[in-house]
């Protein structure tokens, strides 16, 4: 008899059943969990990138009022008595715009004792600007102490704040450029409105310009070059910035059609003892007028940068509530099915297991089944079926949703995060005989693709590069889409040797790929690559090595590898 009560009771079932949906309870938190933790790690992400941005906003925005203030400061030490009112008002409210946005600098970048430090060397600067206010200019050595005294305060400043700015550099390197690109405008700014000083106290003076000052002028210029020839190299911004390059290309013909043709013309009219042809007051007006684009620019480059990372917040936590409305409709569905079992499945098992002990115990006439118990007997094997399809749909929806955090959608290689995540764990497995390898590949002139043939072409060339990647990937291997055209592998292996020969099969293959363009234009295309490796070493200093590395094969000609021991290419 205690085999037969053993046999017939219903506690095996229950526990199982319960166990089953204490499981489903626990792996769907477990997902909930990581799911949620992935999405908030991205929306903080893409919300720290918008706040350092906008640091960095204020930091040029000051650095850019100090200029246009220097230039008010120099019309005022310059301007005769019957124009310092309207001198003295320009420069007045100039300050008020840059004291305002001194006080917008955060903390971290600017401690309040740097800052009281940085008005002190600011107002020492203006008192000797501010002598002239009610007189005319007379002693040429006090009047260049007085333009001097500005520059010095905007290199104090300079001193003082950049130094604490190398946080920038720190965020996605897809920001890296736009970053650079703004602080070259930035400094594009600052180094034009320093050449203009180098002639103001001669043109006041009708004396020559110093040899010194020849020469800062020839610096600068040379400086000024550079800066345009960095700020030619568009990134992905020139996509969300319609018309910003060709808008740069004519503030610079504008400049240099004013600015720097009147600064040549000074320059020869010294060197060849002319008198010249522009007193200093109306060289300060109209060099500071051929300055104002440069005002404009930066603002307009700065405001479009700044709506792109504030759209990517905006996406990032669209993609986390999301995330959170599907979580909730899981967890609602698991408590749902749980409460579908206990009622339509738990139930009509103690029923039958009542009934079986009864017919056991010969309580037949008791324990029929009657229409009720049938039936629900028949709808526990419809429930079954029920149950095991959103099972199913469930996991299916689960994977989904792994898939879609870790992948590109258009190469189906791991996304950035997810890179940074495995090859970070590899990155730790390696050990002094068996290192990690990096190789960061880049499509060499892949903007010429998008620019000629369009972008479907160009996403057909990522395609193709990522399927050469996969075909000779070994298992083990991570392979990801950092951003853009840029690429990374990262494997373990013990010698240079298997390095090089992988490295050199993935580049002759990428020489072999042929497309063509939308018209049938055929065409073909090269990789650069960076190599480095290590152990016992975060991912992030690979990472710089590795970049470095491919930075000298795209220096170099391109179609290279750099970073191998032996410096193979």
């Known amino acids: ?341 206990r009622s339509r499945v738990l139930q009509p098992i103690l029923r039958l297991n009542q009934i079986a002990s009864g017919i056991i115990a010969g309580k037949h006439q008791e324990t029929l089944m009657d229409e009720s118990t049938a039936e629900e007997v028949q709808a526990l094997f419809s429930s079954l079926g029920t149950l095991g399809a959103q099972l199913r749909e469930q996991t299916i929806l689960s994977k989904r949703l792994q898939r879609q955090s870790e992948e590109d959608p258009l190469t189906h290689l791991f996304n950035r995060r997810a890179f940074d995540e495995l090859a970070g764990n590899l990155m730790a497995q390696a050990t002094y005989e068996h290192p990690a390898w990096l190789i960061m590949m880049d499509v060499d002139h892949f903007k010429s693709i998008n620019d000629t043939w369009g972008h479907p072409t160009g996403d057909k060339v990522l395609v193709a590069l990522a399927t050469t990647l996969k075909k000779y990937s070994r298992p083990g291997d991570v392979i990801g889409r950092l951003g853009g055209e840029e690429f990374a592998v990262v494997f373990r292996t013990p010698g240079h040797e298997d390095v090089t020969g992988y490295t050199t099969r993935i580049q002759n293959e990428i020489r072999q790929l042929r497309f063509e363009g939308p018209k049938g234009e055929p065409f073909s295309i090269t990789v650069s690559f960076g190599v480095a490796s290590g152990w016992q070493r975060e991912l992030t200093e690979v990472l710089a090595v590795a970049d470095a590395a491919l930075y000298e094969a795209k220096n170099s000609g391109r179609d290279r590898i750099c970073g191998l021991p032996d410096q193979t290419a």
């Open 1 to 341: 008899m205690k085999r037969l009560k053993k046999a017939s009771s219903p506690s095996n079932v229950l526990r199982y059943l319960w166990g089953s949906a204490i499981a489903s309870i626990v792996l769907t938190s477990i997902l909930s969990w990581w799911l949620l933790s992935g999405s908030w790690n991205a929306w903080h992400s893409a919300r720290n990138d918008v706040i350092q941005f906008n640091d960095f906003y204020h930091v040029l925005q000051v650095s850019n009022d100090l200029a246009s203030e220097r230039a008010y400061a120099n019309e005022l030490v310059l301007s005769p008595m019957e124009r310092k009112a309207q001198a003295w008002k320009s420069l007045d409210d100039s300050r008020r715009i840059t004291d305002r946005n001194l006080e917008r600098i955060p903390q971290n970048l600017l401690s309040p004792a740097l800052l009281m430090a940085t008005i002190e060397q600011l107002n020492n600067s203006r008192v000797s600007v501010d002598t002239y206010r009610n007189q005319e200019l007379s002693d040429p050595r006090e009047a260049q102490r007085s333009i001097s005294a500005m520059v010095e305060a905007t290199d104090f400043y300079h001193s003082a704040l950049f130094q604490h700015t190398s946080s920038f550099l720190l965020l996605e390197p897809k920001a890296l450029g736009p970053i650079l690109r703004a602080q070259a405008l930035g400094e594009l700014r600052d180094a034009t409105g320093r050449l203009g000083s180098q002639v103001l106290i001669p043109l006041a003076t009708h004396t020559p310009i110093p040899l010194s000052n020849m020469e800062a002028l020839s610096r600068g210029m040379e400086r000024i070059d550079v800066l345009w020839w960095l700020l030619r190299t568009q990134g992905e911004e020139a996509h969300y910035l319609p018309g910003f390059p060709q808008r740069l290309d004519n503030v610079r013909q504008q400049f240099e059609s004013q600015g720097v043709a009147l600064l040549n013309k000074l320059r020869s009219e010294s060197v060849t003892n002319q008198p010249y042809s522009v007193d200093s007051e109306n060289f300060a007006v109209r060099y500071h007028e051929s300055l104002n684009a440069f005002d404009q620019l930066l603002n307009t480059y700065l405001t479009g940068v700044n709506k792109l990372y504030v759209h990517a917040e905006h996406q990032a936590l669209l993609h986390l509530v999301l995330i959170v409305i599907i979580l909730i409709m899981l967890c609602a569905l698991t408590a749902g099915l749980i409460f579908y079992i």
